[in-house]
């Protein structure tokens, strides 16, 4: 754990935290546990959490949960309720509170502020499955024709309304310059950019290790691309390993290619591992920024990433490992083939993880609270 740096004092500010949802620890999860241990005092709102799923600092926390918590099965259905999320957040209560910070990448950052407070989001991204990637989560091949349908006019709904509600928040803060370009342009409003938090004080390298899988580790969704990097180990014959879970996991498992293992999920001293003997680490899908490849990077092993979203702000083509213009299984086989044959620099890769470190985030982070909460009236908004 990274020494916290502390925030400037806000004196007698009342703190509340929103995040959408809180089933597993991912990199959403992983900045809003940091965010927690800047502001101890503040209250965590969420639309359902499974206390199982959290770190123990999450879980102390003990998050108010809205209505979605109480619905049949939504502890794994939870996705199907999201034509209810815009009710359920606007039911949150926040009277009370000075200061608003949302973690976002659905509804949180819509919550209803009173006239006092002031709201900061950190925003992962503009909800990509109501604006731009309908079909990779309901399309017909995914949920079938009847269900693709019946959400279509309810994703349109819902993405109106996201931009509607876009005026609640005072200031936007983006994960990486790749997000702050969707924020322009879904919600037409500017946003500093703080890169999410990597904890490279765990994530080291060793000399000891080599080789032996290329490795991806992502939650199993559509947008992530894994069938293409599947394809591409079986193009390169190579083996791969896949750390993570999710919905698509049981079509993944059904393509049934030779040297591809599924791990699901495990623990950080294990993804430790996983990562030190990865030949390299691939991200086949378009990122809002991307943790693994961070991860990966700070313990000295090189990435394999699609040129497009954050990876282009996180790898150096060449240094920290390759870009891939062409999302093709043909293009990733080529890259996993060239990244066989060239030597990388454990070090140098490791210098350029140290930029997204946990410190970093923390002191960036509280630095755009204060400066907000100090804000005269007419400079507090962006």
């Not at 591409?232 to 390993?241: D, E, G, I, S």
Request: hydrophobic share 40%; glycine share 6%.
């Amino acid at each position: 754990m990274p020494n916290v740096v502390p925030p400037p004092p806000l004196r007698s500010h009342r703190i509340a935290l929103v995040h959408d949802w809180l089933t597993g620890m991912r990199g959403g999860e992983r900045a809003l546990e940091a965010i927690c241990r800047l502001y101890p005092d503040a209250t965590l709102f969420t639309l359902l959490h499974r206390a199982e799923m959290l770190s123990s600092l999450l879980k102390q926390r003990n998050p108010h949960a809205s209505f979605i918590q109480r619905m049949p099965l939504s502890n794994r259905l939870y996705r199907y309720y999201l034509p209810l999320f815009p009710i359920a957040i606007e039911q949150f209560d926040f009277d009370r509170f000075d200061i608003i910070i949302s973690t976002s990448h659905c509804a949180a950052k819509s919550v209803v502020k009173p006239g006092r407070a002031r709201h900061l989001c950190y925003c992962f991204t503009p909800m990509r499955y109501a604006w731009d990637q309908f079909d990779a989560y309901f399309g017909p091949d995914r949920i079938g024709p009847t269900g693709s349908a019946l959400l279509r006019p309810a994703l349109r709904r819902l993405a109106r309304w996201d931009a509607n509600t876009a005026g609640r928040v005072d200031r936007y803060i983006a994960i990486s310059q790749y997000v702050a370009g969707r924020i322009r342009r879904y919600y037409n409003r500017p946003a500093a950019v703080v890169y999410p938090p990597v904890n490279t004080d765990f994530f080291q390298p060793t000399a000891a290790d080599s080789g032996r899988a290329f490795l991806i580790v992502s939650a199993l969704v559509p947008y992530k691309r894994i069938e293409l990097a599947i394809e591409a180990c079986r193009l390169a014959n190579v083996p791969l390993r896949i750390v993570g879970d999710g919905p698509e996991r049981s079509r993944l498992r059904q393509l049934r290619v030779p040297g591809v293992k599924f791990l699901g999920t495990i623990d950080n001293e294990e993804l430790l591992k996983e990562y030190r003997q990865a030949i390299a680490v691939i991200l086949p899908g378009e990122e809002e920024f991307g943790i693994a490849p961070v991860e990966a990077q700070a313990c000295g092993r090189p990435v394999i990433a699609l040129n497009r979203g954050g990876a282009r702000e996180t790898v150096i083509p060449g240094v920290t490992g390759l870009l891939v213009d062409e999302d093709s299984p043909e293009a990733f086989a080529q890259a996993l083939r060239r990244t066989q044959e060239l030597e990388f620099d454990p070090t140098a890769i490791r210098q350029n993880a140290l930029r997204f470190s946990e410190d970093r985030f923390l002191s960036n982070i509280s630095r755009q609270v204060a400066n907000m909460a100090s804000a005269p009236s007419e400079e507090a908004r962006w």
